[in-house]
Structure formats: structure tokens, C-alpha cells
DNA sequence: AGGAAACATGCCTTGACGGGCATATTCCTT
DNA sequence: AAGGAATATGCCCGTCAAGGCATGTTTCCT
């Protein structure tokens, strides 16, 4: 079971997370004509995506909706937290310098 | 050249960040000593994430300090930004949900 | 100058991943 | 029951990444 990091790193798998953002609850017909995948691919993206925690499955007759899952962004959200405010600080400390450098201007 | 997602999906190179976001500037062989990795594996990380450009290099005679680079994550912050307030909407919702099943109550 | 220190890099091997094809599975239709 | 639709999965193959080892490169020290 590979985690949500490493489900992200795909391309394509971020692209069907997109598609589902933009329209949740697509079955697997859908995103292979919406990306231009096959449908091989794309069902094994989604397993993959499903292992990490990041889209649910629906079933529906013979076919499968997905849905996204937004708790699976937690790790990712965790992980950047701290990131994040480290380099908003950093983001800061610039903007004041410029300010103490260009007083009253922009640079 | 590997982008950004990439490079985090390898768990020694976010301990790698995580190690610099504690305290920024370190060089390679503090990284090989906090991190209990060989000297060839921290280099070779070292050089994702620099082609990444999580990080830059700062030589200082024969040693290298490694810097994070805040900007690098931008691309990780754009992408995610989206989602993130899909599954914030979510979490409205569910707590709107929530509200009007339990009122005035917790579950 | 010679040697050690601190990193980087090339080479090799192993393992994992993604793509495609064929096939299995489940369900619906008639 | 039979056939088809919608997905999943097993297998094979090519590619690529990660780890380890040895070696190269630059810089410092004496």
C-alpha cells in the first residue's frame, strides 16, 4: 500500500483528482474519455488512488463512481503545514526587508 | 529534470526538508549524521531537490550548505489550493449537515 | 607538495512502476 | 440463457529510480 505522497507524484493521477474536483463522482468511462487514458491505466490509477486514501468507490451496477476523499489530503495537508509557515515567515522577513531597503517605495 | 512532486514522493527527501525547515543551512554531512543515511544517498537527494528547486546550494569552502528555497513548493501550493477548498466546502457541509441533524448538540 | 576532509558522480545491480494486451468478473438486456 | 457493457486484474516488458561502492574533485591543513 503505497502512500499519498507517492500517489501524487503521478501525473496522471493528479489529473484524475482534478477531473473528480471539477465533477465528483465520475465513473471510470468518463475520466478515460475526459484524459485520453485507457482504461487500463486509468483503473489502475485509480486503485492506486483509492489504496492512498485519496477517492472512495461507489458501485452502481456495472459501474464504478469515484469520489474523492478529502481526509486522504490530510497527510499531504499535515505534512505542508509546518512548510508552509516556515516560508511564509521567510516571505515576510523579505517583504520587510524591502521595505527597511525602499522606504514608503516599491523596488 | 524530475519536478517537484517528484521529489517529495521519497520519504528521505521530505525528512530532508523537514530536517532543514528545523533549522536552515545545514550541510551535507550534518544531514548524514541527523539522518542515519549513507553520504552517497544524501547527495543524490541533495540533487533532486535541487533540480526541483526545493533547495539551493550555498559553497562554502569544501562544504555545501543546503538551503530551502520556499518558491520551490509554490507549484505544490497551486496545485493543492484547489482541492483544498473542495474538501473545505466538504467539511462545511458536513458540518451544515451536522448542525441541522444535531441542533444545538454534538452527535 | 602531500595528504586528509567534504562532497559529488559514474557504474552496476536490483526492484518497482507504468503501459498494453488479453482475460476474468459482474451486471444488464433481450 | 446468451451476449454485451463496464471494470478489474494477471502477465509481460521496457524503463527508471534508489542504493552501494569506488573514484573523482575541490579545498584545507601542515
Redesign the pocket.
Given at each position: 500500500m503505497?502512500d499519498v505522497f507517492?500517489?501524487l507524484?503521478?501525473p496522471?493521477?493528479r489529473a484524475i483528482l482534478d477531473e473528480l474536483r471539477v465533477r465528483d463522482g465520475r465513473?471510470?468511462?468518463?475520466l478515460?474519455e475526459r484524459l485520453g487514458?485507457?482504461?487500463?491505466?486509468?483503473?489502475?490509477?485509480?486503485?492506486?488512488l483509492r489504496n492512498a486514501g485519496l477517492v472512495t468507490?461507489l458501485?452502481?451496477?456495472?459501474?464504478?463512481?469515484?469520489l474523492l476523499r478529502p481526509e486522504g489530503m490530510r497527510e499531504v495537508e499535515d505534512w505542508l503545514a509546518p512548510h508552509r509557515a516556515f516560508w511564509e515567515r521567510r516571505f515576510d522577513d523579505l517583504a520587510d526587508h524591502l521595505d527597511r531597503t525602499y522606504p514608503e517605495e516599491g523596488p
Open positions: 503505497r507517492d500517489a507524484a503521478e496522471a493521477r465513473v471510470v468511462g468518463e478515460v487514458l485507457s482504461q487500463t491505466s486509468v483503473s489502475k490509477h485509480l486503485k492506486v468507490t458501485v452502481e451496477g456495472q459501474q464504478r463512481r469515484y
